[in-house]
T-cell receptor, first 111, second 114 residues
Framework: GENVEQHPSTLSVQEGDSAVIKCTYS??????FPWYKQELGKRPQLIID?????GEKKDQRIAVTLNKTAKHFSLHITETQPEDSAVYFC??????????FGTGTRLLVSP | SAVISQKPSRDICQRGTSLTIQCQVD?????MFWYRQQPGQSLTLIAT?????????ESGFVIDKFPISRPNLTFSTLTVSNMSPEDSSIYLC???????????FGEGSRLTVL
């Protein structure tokens, strides 16, 4: 079936620490993997994405890595700040441009 | 990018009634999708809204319960029919603009069914 597993479900870190969220996907044909941040009461917002022709992508404090062989990709946030606190969702594109989302990770960054 | 207007933003409904949610985009888009997000949960795809033809539904979702229309490239509606408390959720319209790889979301419609 089409599914995306995401771990951990909750993650608490101290300000300045790094945070890593991991996802695995089922469809080997998937080639697009976005990450969304959702703050309380708000819509999901894209923060970074990666396509299958690259293994890593970085944007300031955020990076994503992809291992197509293992069907696994990860989000790395360095130097975390309290405003990074939110729910993060990974997703994988399956079928005709539809996204299947992971279960979400609630990140809490304590000052 | 795309500016998405979704209405209503929230509503409280009685069991057994139906509600139609509208999604209007400010530019032509290739794909429009409807997602459901139950409280504290992830986003689940209900269906892909196809312009001028029947929507493509995901497993567990049927047209009789969630009829969808998409009369043109910038507008779609989702109806939640014969509602029960289990339908209480946030319903999100999302779009893939022409030439873009990123999926954009509307602000969502928060439905509470009593």
């Amino acid at each position: 079936g089409e599914n995306v597993e995401q771990h951990p479900s909750t993650l608490s870190v101290q300000e300045g620490d790094s945070a890593v969220i991991k996802c695995t996907y089922s469809d080997s044909a998937s080639n697009y993997f976005p990450w969304y941040k959702q703050e309380l009461g708000k819509r999901p917002q894209l923060i970074i994405d990666i396509r299958s022709n690259v293994g890593e992508k970085k944007d300031q404090r955020i990076a994503v890595t992809l291992n197509k062989t293992a069907k696994h990709f990860s989000l790395h946030i360095t130097e975390t700040q309290p405003e990074d606190s939110a729910v993060y969702f990974c997703a994988a594109q399956m079928g005709f441009q539809k996204l299947v989302f992971g279960t979400g990770t609630r990140l809490l960054v304590s000052p | 990018s795309a500016v998405i207007s979704q209405k209503p933003s929230r509503d409280i409904c009685q069991r057994g009634t139906s509600l139609t949610i509208q999604c209007q985009v400010d530019s032509q888009v290739t794909m429009m999708f409807w997602y459901r997000q139950q409280p504290g949960q992830s986003l689940t795809l209900i269906a892909t809204a196809n312009q001028g033809s029947e929507a493509t539904y995901e497993s567990g979702f049927v047209i009789d319960k969630f009829p969808i229309s998409r009369p043109n490239l910038t507008f779609s509606t989702l109806t939640v029919s014969n509602m029960s408390p289990e339908d209480s959720s946030i319903y999100l319209c999302s779009v893939l603009p022409l030439g873009a790889g990123e999926l954009f979301f509307g602000e969502g419609s928060r439905l509470t069914v009593l």
